[in-house]
């Protein structure tokens, strides 16, 4: 059962931007209850992470290869979470996921994270 869902990606060129956005499937899970993240995996290479937030979105925690080009942030009121991504680089290129961890302290560890979007492509092109 899909419990959370991704939206906004799409192909764009290097140095553009998407903004990516995660919501609930389903109205029993309310997302402020979590530490939310966004993961990605290029074709043959493995799952890494991106970013991090915590319930508040006091705390926010970016993988070093996106930090000042991408920025976390969420709207508990409209129960979603978003990723920010500008200076776009085809490097960026991969499946974006969403996941919700119920960890203490925001974790870029994907074993902490316990419900899972299906992913949104990115195609950044040179």
């Known amino acids: 059962q899909v419990q959370l869902v991704e939206s906004g990606g799409g192909e764009v060129q290097a140095g553009g931007s998407l903004r990516l956005s995660c919501a609930a499937s389903?109205?029993?899970?309310?997302?402020?209850?979590?530490?939310m993240g966004w993961f990605r995996q290029a074709p043959g290479k493995e799952r890494e992470f991106v970013a991090a937030?915590?319930?508040?979105?006091?705390?926010?925690d970016h993988a070093d290869s996106v930090k000042g080009r991408f920025t976390i942030f969420r709207d508990n009121a409209k129960n979603t979470v978003y990723l920010q991504m500008n200076s776009l680089k085809p490097e960026d290129t991969a499946a974006y996921y969403c996941?919700?961890?119920?960890?203490?302290?925001?974790?870029?560890?994907?074993?902490?994270?316990?419900?899972w979007g299906q992913g949104t492509q990115v195609t950044v092109s040179s």
């Open positions: 389903v109205r029993t899970l309310t997302l402020s209850m979590y530490n």
């Open positions: 937030i915590s319930r508040s979105g006091g705390t926010t």
């Open positions: 996941a919700a961890s119920t960890a203490v302290r925001v974790s870029r560890a994907a074993d902490r994270y316990v419900y």
